[in-house]
């Protein structure tokens, strides 16, 4: 079954405490990204990756680094959290957006949950 | 800077009515557009998208509508279901490969 994989799920951690979150992807896709969703601000995109050893900054990555040393997996560490980064956050992969056809698109992991007191 | 705009946080239409679900974008480089659903405890999943070199795209109940002068997109969900009630985004791709989303829409489709 092709999916989207993120781990943990829910987690809840203090200020300054280096965390990783998981991301892995079995479709083979060259496109990996991190996106967070908070109230009254939609859905931002933090990092993507186009490829292997490829990573660009989206919209919020101040806080957060991100490593793909292999095609299936992209995760998000951060390494020092704070309260600003407790948010939904959500991985997601596709084709190269440039190339995929119009019946595809993007495949987004179910979520995690992240409270940093 | 928001740069793709949903303005209406909230909507509710009757089942079996037409649900119109508006969007707004200022960056007139944005060339790929799409529409995702979001039930809550669940990742958003692909509704439809549409390229900036048309003005139409339809699949089966959806449709989108792009109006590149007013850099204004619409979906429409005809009849819309109860099961059609979630949140919805809309999104643009930017150059660089960079996605944007709005702020989402919460549809309520009553029975």
């Known amino acids: 079954e092709a999916q989207v994989t993120q781990n943990p799920r829910y987690l809840i951690t203090v200020t300054g405490k280096k965390l990783t979150v998981t991301c892995s992807q079995n479709m083979n896709h060259e496109y990996m990204s991190w996106y967070r969703q908070d109230p009254g601000l939609g859905l931002r995109q933090i990092y993507y990756?186009?490829?292997?050893?490829?990573?660009d900054k989206g919209d919020v990555p101040e806080g957060y680094k991100v490593s793909r040393k292999e095609k299936r997996n992209f995760p998000l560490i951060l390494e020092s959290p704070s309260p600003n980064q407790t948010s939904l956050y959500f991985c997601a992969s596709s084709l190269n957006p440039r190339l995929m056809p119009s019946t595809d698109t993007q495949y987004f992991g179910p979520g995690t949950r992240l409270t940093v007191l | 800077d928001q740069q793709v705009k949903q303005n209406s946080p909230s909507l509710s239409v009757q089942e079996g009515r037409i649900s119109i679900l508006n969007c707004d974008y200022t960056n007139s480089m944005f060339d790929y557009f799409l529409w995702y659903k979001k039930y809550p405890a669940e990742g958003p999943t692909f509704l439809i998208s549409i390229s900036s070199i048309k003005d139409k795209n339809e699949d089966g109940r959806f449709t989108v509508f792009l109006n590149k002068s007013a850099k204004h997109l619409s979906l429409h969900i005809v009849p819309s279901q109860p099961g059609d009630s979630a949140v919805y985004f809309c999104a643009a791709l930017g150059t660089g490969n960079q996605f944007y989303f709005g702020t989402g829409t919460s549809l309520t489709v009553i029975p």
């Open positions: 990756s186009m490829n292997v050893e490829v990573t």
